[in-house]
């Protein structure tokens, strides 16, 4: 069953009568790569087929793929851009193994070799805070040594 010019299904799609179920496979082929022009300086990438690279990579890195869920992205001509929130997810994207996993996956789905860079805006850099000395004049330090029978040794 062919949906449009050169663009069939590749999965089950069920064809409702008002008195049986037919249930019908066809294949999906697409024979453009998938790019929009977006941009005076040349074809973008466009971020529409970005879910079907993670359903790629999430046949052989499931834990990958839930996190390239959770992050939004930009793409450029040549270049998709992660934004993690957090560095130590960053530090995973970029990765050797992870990334050369992303970029076949997104080189398969967009017909073009795809840079993967990733980049974290406004961080936490999940260093350890300096724990704050208790001020002896606070309400609540007061209420402890009260209720504790406490004094203040400095």
Do not use: C
């Amino acid at each position: 069953m062919t949906i449009a010019p050169n663009l069939t299904l590749s999965e089950p799609v069920k064809l409702a009568k008002t008195t049986t179920k037919t249930t019908a496979t066809v294949t999906a082929t697409v024979d453009q790569p998938a790019i929009q022009i977006t941009s005076p300086t040349g074809p973008e990438l466009s971020i529409d087929f970005w879910p079907k690279v993670i359903m790629i990579i999430k046949r052989k890195n499931n834990s990958l793929s839930a996190l390239l869920q959770m992050y939004p992205i930009t793409a450029t001509s040549d270049t998709i851009t992660i934004k993690p929130r957090f560095n130590f997810h960053r530090d995973l994207f970029i990765k050797p193994v992870n990334r050369n996993l992303i970029e076949a996956a997104a080189a398969k789905v967009y017909g073009q070799t795809v840079k993967i860079e990733a980049t974290t805006e406004g961080a936490k850099t999940g260093g350890r805070k300096t724990p704050k000395t208790a001020d002896p004049d606070s309400e609540l330090m007061a209420s402890a040594l009260e209720i504790l029978g406490g004094e203040v040794v400095e």
